[in-house]
């Protein structure tokens, strides 16, 4: 669905659909050229990174497998909990092999510098993180990150496989909520 088909929950569209096939294509483009001849693994974080994943792999060029992770760290609010639990683990071992880990989005980082610790302690030969969205406060923890489509402003966003309380991720468009949707 479109952000115009169900207008009145959103505040604002940050990006439209269009908007953000754009800007993968470019990642897409970079990411071919720095694995350029090598084993790559794109490990996506479910549920969030599913539409990134499915875009992303699908404007790359060459080669690469999919594997998945499942973690908690939020409830079904806007707040981090800052707790960590594995709730879906790869499938596949990763020693050895070039791991890009592909996220819906960065807000604090807590999740990510935690996800990355436990793929560190499995020896993969690369480890590197894209993420479709990046919020400031991340950037002042101090993550990590190779590739990002859009740095955005630190308000609650959903579409594009963000969620609310599990609604709207199949929302094509970016958008911030209006607060009486979560209040
Ligand atoms: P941290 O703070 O650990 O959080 O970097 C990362 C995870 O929190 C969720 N998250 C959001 N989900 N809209 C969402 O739908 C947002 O604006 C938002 N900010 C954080 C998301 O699951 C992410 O992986
Ligand atoms: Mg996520």
Redesign the pocket.
């Known amino acids: 669905m479109r952000a115009t088909d169900i207008g009145q929950d959103f505040e604002q569209v940050l990006y439209t659909s269009q908007q953000v096939q754009e800007r993968l294509t470019e990642v897409a483009a970079q990411i071919d050229a720095d694995y350029r001849g090598e084993d790559l693994l794109l490990v996506g974080?479910l549920n969030?990174a599913v539409m990134v994943m499915a875009d992303l792999s699908r404007l790359m060029k060459s080669h690469c497998e999919m594997d998945w992770m499942a973690i908690s760290?939020?409830g079904s609010g806007?707040q981090?909990s800052g707790v960590v639990r594995i709730l879906k683990d790869l499938t596949n071992d990763i020693h050895g092999r070039n791991v890009l880990v592909v996220?819906?989005?960065?807000?604090?980082?807590?999740?990510?510098s935690y996800l990355v610790s436990n793929l560190r302690s499995r020896e993969p030969k690369s480890l590197e993180i894209m993420t479709m969205f990046r919020?400031p406060e991340?950037i002042q923890n101090d993550v990590e990150v190779k590739y990002i489509g859009f740095d955005i402003p630190d308000?609650?966003?959903?579409g594009y496989g963000?969620?609310?309380a599990q609604r709207y991720r199949n929302l094509a468009d970016v958008a911030t909520l209006k607060p009486e949707i979560y209040r």
């Open positions: 974080v969030g760290s939020y806007t981090s996220e819906d989005i960065i807000d604090t980082g807590l999740t990510l919020k991340a308000e609650f966003v959903v963000l969620d609310y």
